[in-house]
């Protein structure tokens, strides 16, 4: 089984920046893919974007595309979520999650609240 703490989030003005990080722990030799989720207040959990974590290859949402960036570093790791060109809609609870090939991800954190205010 994974760990997962999520950290960084905050207060940030419409247009700053902000970087989460995702930091892994216990069975995390068959990690095949991180990513990253958030939930809105009201509104359903949704996919923000992932890495595979042997490759580095990234996908995102079309609502973060361009503005959001996501890295790993297998020594610590640790996933890391940078977000630029913040916007209001952006508000949310970050969560990250893991999973193995050829299953569904699993969470495990309490997420991170970021507040982007306009």
């Known amino acids: 089984q994974v760990q997962l703490v999520e950290s960084g989030g905050g207060l940030v003005q419409a247009g700053g920046s902000l970087r989460l990080s995702c930091a892994a722990s216990?069975?995390?030799?068959?990690?095949?893919?991180m990513a990253w989720f958030r939930q809105a207040p009201g509104k359903e959990r949704e996919f923000v974007g992932r890495?595979?974590?042997?490759?580095?290859?990234?996908g995102y949402a079309d609502s973060v595309k361009g503005r959001f960036t996501i890295s790993r570093d297998n020594t610590k790791n640790t996933m890391y979520l940078q977000m630029d060109s913040l916007k209001p809609e952006d508000t949310a609870v970050y969560y990250c999650?893991?999973?193995?090939?050829?299953?569904?991800?699993?969470?495990g954190g309490q997420g991170t609240q970021v507040t982007v205010s306009s």
């Open positions: 890495i595979t974590w042997g490759s580095g290859s990234t």
């Open positions: 999650a893991s999973r193995v090939a050829r299953s569904d991800y699993s969470f």
């Open positions: 216990g069975r995390t030799f068959d990690t095949y893919a």
